[in-house]
């Protein structure tokens, strides 16, 4: 359930911020995004984002780090979705 910033980025392209999550996800389906990319932007928080930077920064995405630097990623996304959940 993950996928890259090329994918995501293509298939927000359309995306007038704010933007809920609803409408981040049907932006990726009317874009035909993949199948990840769908599944991963269906997996983030139900908030208002204001830009894509916003949705980049809690979307699980695909790596090429090493194990320890994506745990460290991880807090961070969730750190930044748990800001983004109380605004």
């Given at each position: ?78 750190a930044r979705a748990d800001r983004?959940?109380?605004?």
């Open positions: 359930m993950a996928t890259d910033v090329n994918r995501l980025c293509q298939a927000l392209s359309g995306v007038d911020y704010p933007a809920d999550k609803a409408t981040l996800v049907r932006a990726a389906l009317r874009a035909d995004a993949d199948a990840d990319t769908v599944r991963a932007l269906e997996a983030i928080p139900p908030v208002s984002y204001d830009r894509e930077t916003d949705v980049l920064s809690v979307v699980q995405l695909e790596s090429t780090q090493a194990a320890a630097d994506r745990a460290v990623q991880r807090k961070l996304h969730q983004l959940a109380t605004r």
